[in-house]
């Protein structure tokens, strides 16, 4: 995707880099939540500075390209576990989060703060970085608060 006078890369990581990470099959809308995901990865790192290629966007530097897919991997895996869809176009879905379960004769009920609770979270991981993958790429100095192109 082109703005201005460079590139902004669709994708930081693909289905594979996924499975890697994860440890498991990449679901299958992988390609379209790593697309999301990179969004939000990408607005995170957006006052950092780095090489990029100026035909791709990508980083040119393999530990800042390698970093910045592990967090589009680690905030799709999120996704993944919390059942969120790219599909809904940016319209969070109600939460499938149960006020009680049942197995046999065992209840377990939680609290409309618990509930509240998870959905709270559930809205925060949609539409911002989850706190691992915030925290990798802080560990990696890789967040900032100005946007700088180079390359």
Known sequence: MYFGNFVVPSLLAQPDDLAAWT????????????????????????????DVDPDTGLATDPVIAGALRDATCIQAAAWIALNIDPATGGVLQASKTARSKAIGSARVEYSDSEVQAVTAARAAAYRGLVPEAARFLQQRNLLGTNVWTIG
């Open 23 to 50: 440890g498991a099959g990449a679901p299958a809308n992988a390609l379209a939540v790593l697309r999301s995901c990179t969004t939000l990865v990408l607005e995170g790192v957006q006052g950092t500075i780095y």
